[in-house]
């Protein structure tokens, strides 16, 4: 029945910063970009290497959202990569405070958490 995730909404509380986390210190591409002027929002599409995509929008006036303690709903965001120590090592030398790496006691592989300007919890999986 489904395929596969085609997207994953986030809102966030500072557009420009926000544009600045996903494309230049996380690497994703842009597809597209729209400003909508009756909603006061824009809409910045994402790609993901495997065909995903992020929608970031923005929204005036948008709540926050708790995420710790941990709260009912969407608990984080999973990238998975191929060497988890590099990618990490890579965000550290961004500025990007990154805890320290863990291994899954399920599936034996390396992941560790950051997280993006509005304080989205962020993960990397190892592949």
């Known amino acids: ?9 986030i809102i966030c509380s500072d557009y420009e910063r926000s544009k600045h986390f996903y494309t230049d210190i996380l690497g994703l ?8 002027a009756q909603r006061e ?16 929008f923005s929204f005036p006036d948008a709540p926050s959202r708790p995420s710790r303690p ?11 990569v191929d060497n988890v120590e590099e990618c990490a090592a890579k965000l550290t030398a961004k500025g990007i405070e990154v805890e320290a790496i ?3 006691e399920y599936t034996g592989k390396a992941f ?3 997280a993006d300007p509005d304080g989205l919890p962020l ?5």
């Open 41 to 56: 929002s824009y809409k910045l599409d994402l790609a993901l290497p495997d065909g995903g995509q992020i929608e970031l």
């Open 29 to 36: 591409t842009i597809i597209a970009e729209n400003y909508r």
């Open 70 to 80: 941990e709260a009912q709903g969407l608990r984080h965001l999973a990238f998975f």
């Open 102 to 104: 863990r291994i899954d």
């Open 123 to 127: 993960e990397l999986y190892q592949a």
């Open 112 to 114: 560790t958490f950051f």
């Open 1 to 9: 029945m489904f395929n596969g995730i085609h997207h994953v909404a």
